[in-house]
């Protein structure tokens, strides 16, 4: 081989390997603004149910007629934890195999037992089609239920 086609093939070769870092980084920073995006967006409806889980006149606009103010924003306090949970578990910041067990502390309260009662079949249609948030709604579905199970029978 001459020097010259060694010489352009070394470039070819460094120029293959520098796209190829070039694209992986693309591929990066686009799946970190996703991630942006998705805590913008998070934080934006955690804001919200802080003021009407804490602002009674707020609340009262938004609450279902059948239902008290005050059930009306403990569980909107239920699903602001149950997002701050998703949220956590979308970035990837819960480790593998720790989701059951946040759900299950989750689920230990009344008033997440009672948002899902209400909300949780909501939430599974919402998750429908992206099968990390399926996940997560059916472990908190399957929480939910081994802690009615729990329960003891109202005598």
């Excluded at 010259?4 to 970190?32: K, N, P, Y």
């Excluded at 949970?85 to 037992?113: I, N, T």
């Excluded at 909300?119 to 249609?125: C, D, H, I, S």
Aim: charged fraction near 25%; hydrophobic fraction near 45%; charge should be negative.
């Amino acid at each position: 081989m001459k020097l010259t086609t060694a010489v352009l093939a070394a470039g070819a070769a460094v120029s293959i390997a520098t796209t190829v870092v070039g694209v992986a980084r693309l591929r990066q920073d686009a799946r970190h603004q996703v991630e942006r995006n998705e805590v913008a967006a998070a934080r934006n409806q955690i804001d919200w149910l802080e003021k009407a889980a804490t602002n009674p006149d707020l609340a009262e606009l938004w609450k279902p007629e059948d239902m008290e103010v005050e059930e009306y924003m403990s569980l909107l306090a239920a699903n602001q934890l149950i997002c701050a949970l998703s949220l956590r578990d979308r970035l990837g910041l819960v480790r593998e195999g720790c989701l059951p067990f946040l759900a299950e502390m989750a689920m230990s309260y009344k008033v997440c037992q009672r948002y899902w009662d209400k909300y949780g079949q909501l939430r599974a249609e919402e998750a429908a089609g992206d099968v990390r948030a399926e996940r997560f709604t059916r472990v908190l579905d399957q929480a939910a239920r081994a802690s009615r199970e729990a329960q003891p029978a109202a005598a």
